[in-house]
């Protein structure tokens, strides 16, 4: 695992995401992201043109109809249950 950085994918319907928990740069993300195989040597370079931001999330369960088993929620500042998360959205 690159600098101890773990990277998850999410998917809506309009966007692809790469999400590491934590104060990360763009660099690093993709870096961790090939290194776990989360994305490949062709997501790579689509990615690598991604937006990058930073924000506070909090995790909601969803309802039981959803199909979903939570939702990740940007939240302007911290708040209990919440963490911080550097992103990149293509």
């Not at 992201?33 to 689509?46: G, P, R, S, T, Y």
Request: aromatic share 12%.
């Amino acid at each position: 695992m690159a600098d101890g950085i773990t990277v998850d994918y999410h998917t809506s319907d309009s966007n692809q995401f790469l999400v590491a928990k934590g104060d990360h740069s763009k660099e690093a993300i993709l870096a961790a992201a090939v290194d776990q195989n989360v994305i490949d040597k062709d997501d790579l370079q689509e990615f690598q043109a991604a937006d990058y931001y930073q924000s506070n999330y909090k995790v909601v369960p969803a309802g039981e109809d959803s199909g979903y088993s939570c939702w990740h929620h940007r939240v302007e500042k911290p708040c209990r249950g919440s963490y911080f998360a550097s992103v990149l959205c293509k």
